[in-house]
């Protein structure tokens, strides 16, 4: 299984970006998928997370500016970024929970991030 993040770049202040997550492999099922970033000197933290069925939690620092979403017949989930503001400057991550064929437990993947500059 791999998680392909994409759509990261350089934006003024208050422009925004769409970032996407394209899982692929031998997939079952994929579950919760979730949203992280990392900025330089900081821990990771979790931006937004869509289970299954569609239902969507978001980060304080981010509600009302973001929209997570995800096509399931794509298999790829979707960061809608807007109002971005300098504080926003991160490595983006994307998670996913991946049932394989023939596995009963699902497996946490991580993409390998996509760079997000906001200028001022």
């Known amino acids: 299984v791999q998680l392909q993040a994409s759509g990261g770049g350089l934006v003024q202040s208050g422009g925004c970006l769409k970032l996407?997550?394209?899982?692929?492999?031998?997939?079952?099922?994929?579950?919760?998928m979730r949203w992280y970033r990392q900025a330089p000197g900081k821990q990771r933290e979790m931006v937004a997370m869509?289970?299954?069925?569609?239902?969507?939690n978001y980060a304080n620092f981010v509600k009302g500016r973001f929209t997570i979403s995800r096509d399931n017949v794509k298999k790829t989930g979707f960061l809608q970024m807007n109002s971005l503001n300098p504080e926003d400057t991160a490595v983006y991550y994307c998670?996913?929970?991946?049932?394989?064929?023939?596995?009963?437990?699902?497996?946490?993947?991580w993409g390998q991030g996509t760079e997000v500059t906001v200028s001022s």
């Open positions: 998670n996913a929970d991946v049932s394989t064929y023939g596995s009963l437990i699902p497996t946490s993947f």
């Open positions: 996407s997550c394209v899982v692929s492999g031998r997939i079952d099922r994929i579950n919760g």
């Open positions: 869509i289970t299954s069925g569609g239902s969507t």
